[in-house]
């Protein structure tokens, strides 16, 4: 028998976040105040992740990967050369808004034996070429 996803959804950071030039770890998970975003399933099919961000210029790049821990040590995906993106500026809320976004398209699967990690939650580990904030993300999934 084939199992279909049931359930659709996407989880998000609890408040903005600032980026710099080294690596920031986010813990991704449901917002309590946002009925539509959840926690991130034990067992899912993580699609894509969006970021919008705050003070950014049109040459700013952004890196990301996720990882199972609050370290960032133990990647669920990988720093790779599509991990990096140019932001795209936003025309309608202004010059320095933009965002980027990404596709996973892998598997997750929680895992008890990781230290530092949660049931529900995933880490985006990110760095960008300037300061930068991160005003919201969706990691979007199916389970």
Request: charged letters at 15%; hydrophobic letters at 35%.
């Amino acid at each position: 028998m084939i199992r279909q996803f049931t359930k659709f959804g996407y989880s998000t950071i609890l408040t903005s976040a600032s980026l710099t030039t080294s690596y920031s770890v986010i813990p991704l998970t449901g917002l309590a105040s946002n009925k539509k975003s959840t926690s991130v399933p034990d067992d899912c099919f993580l699609d894509s992740i969006e970021l919008e961000l705050s003070s950014v210029a049109s040459s700013d790049t952004v890196t990301i990967f996720l990882a199972r821990d609050s370290a960032g040590k133990v990647p669920v995906t990988i720093e790779a050369a599509d991990a990096t993106q140019t932001v795209t500026m936003s025309a309608a809320a202004g010059s320095t808004t933009g965002g980027v976004s990404y596709t996973i398209g892998k598997d997750y699967h929680f895992d008890t034996t990781v230290s530092n990690t949660t049931s529900g939650t995933l880490y985006l580990v990110a760095k960008a070429s300037a300061a930068t904030t991160v005003e919201n993300v969706h990691l979007n999934w199916r389970s």
